[in-house]
């Protein structure tokens, strides 16, 4: 097996090239996955076949012979070179006109997306204006370039323009989603729902806006993830990026401390705390009690800040006021587990006296319970017992 030695490009200090004993660079069909081998070889296959395609066509008269020939490049063509000549004298004016239409297309395109760009980055709200509009131009653009070649080319346009009734009940039939997302983009845009640059959640999902299109929103949470949302299927949103977002942090302390203190020690060091985290724009305060915990009071603390610095705040601000009980000698419960001693062995007995008062209060008890499993015809027969025996005395 040959040696092979690491050659370190002096500026990066990376390796650079992989050399044999010989001092000869390693094959670069050696250095490629097998995935990227199996693409390669593919698209060499289908380069061959088109070639091969190609030649056949033009010169099919010569492979085939006139029959299959003239069916390929047309009667009276030697090959598909002369076939192609002639067209293009034949619709040079056309083709020209063609290629003509289409610059002319994108040089109006490039203009009004030039001053689209100029006039709209203000504000947020007026570049994602911007951005619909230059959506809507490029569609419009294809499809006029589309009808104009299919003018050129000889295309009856006032018949497809007849049909265009027909082609919109189609088109909205088939395509109700389709509409239903570009009209829910125009109202999100025009009812200033977000703009792009600002932070929203949608659907559960937080996250940038980066583009706002005619059919999907797309947002991005600065963590790799980029969602497309259709524009019809955004039901509620929340926009975090129009206020100062409020930053709530709930800390307990133990019920054996004195509340009035530590309240004390939080009017003296609380402000403090606004130096030590520049990114807080109001507060922080002191909420008061927010809760009673089965070994806490749970003390609220607020502040504000913008809503790129939410959750860094929020951090900070639960480190600095843990801090701030830990440096003022402020109880922090915790789960703890208390230990009793054992039961004493020697406990003391029952008396005899002890034993007959409990005897009785036991059968008084069952007497009670037994008296009151008397059934209801036992009841009344006793109750007529009783009557009859008063009259009789009566008697």
Not at 219 to 234: F, R, T, Y
Not at 264 to 270: D, V
Not at 369 to 392: G, P
Request: proline share 2%.
């Amino acid at each position: 097996m040959e040696e092979k030695e690491k050659v370190i490009d002096k500026e990066t200090g990376l390796e650079a090239k992989v050399l044999n004993k010989n001092g000869g660079k390693t094959g670069w069909w050696k250095r490629k996955t097998k995935g990227e081998k199996i693409s390669f070889i593919a698209a060499i296959f289908i380069f061959a076949v088109s070639i091969t395609a190609l030649i056949i066509w033009i010169h099919s008269r010569q492979f085939f012979g006139d029959e299959v020939g003239d069916m390929f490049v047309g009667e009276g063509n030697y090959n598909g070179w002369v076939m192609l000549g002639n067209f293009f004298r034949k619709n040079a004016f056309k083709a020209v006109l063609m290629v003509v239409t289409v610059c002319i297309t994108f040089l109006v395109v490039f203009i009004l997306n030039g001053i689209i760009n100029l006039t709209t980055q203000a504000t947020r709200k007026s570049r994602t204006v911007g951005a619909l509009i230059r959506n809507l131009i490029k569609y419009i653009a294809v499809i006029v370039d589309i009808i104009a070649i299919l003018a050129l080319m000889g295309v009856d346009t006032v018949s497809i323009f007849a049909g265009v009734n027909v082609l919109a009940l189609i088109v909205g039939l088939g395509c109700q989603s389709l509409i239903k997302d570009i009209v829910a983009g125009l109202f999100i845009v025009f009812d200033d729902y977000f703009v792009v640059g600002e932070m929203v959640i949608i659907d559960g999902f937080r996250g940038y806006v980066t583009d706002v299109g005619l059919r999907t929103t797309k947002l991005d949470d600065k963590c790799g993830n980029l969602k497309s949302i259709s524009n019809s299927n955004i039901g509620t949103c929340v926009n975090l990026s129009r206020s100062l977002n409020l930053v709530s942090v709930n800390l307990g302390i133990g019920y054996n401390e004195d509340l009035e203190r530590v309240e004390a020690i939080i009017a003296r060091e609380l402000p403090k705390i606004k130096e030590k985290i520049p990114m807080i724009v109001e507060g922080p305060t002191y909420r008061g009690v927010v809760g009673m915990g089965d070994s806490d009071v749970t003390l609220g603390f607020a502040c504000k800040c913008l809503y790129k610095n939410r959750f860094q705040v929020e951090r900070d601000l639960r480190r600095e006021i843990y801090q701030l009980y830990v440096k003022n000698d402020v109880l922090i419960p915790y789960n703890q587990i208390t230990i009793n001693p054992q039961d004493p062995q020697d406990r003391p007995e029952a008396t005899e006296e002890d034993i007959k008062l409990s005897s009785d209060l036991v059968n008084k008890n069952r007497v009670i319970v037994e008296k009151e499993k008397e059934t209801f015809f036992k009841r009344a027969k006793d109750s007529f017992s009783i009557d009859m025996s008063m009259l009789e005395d009566q008697d």
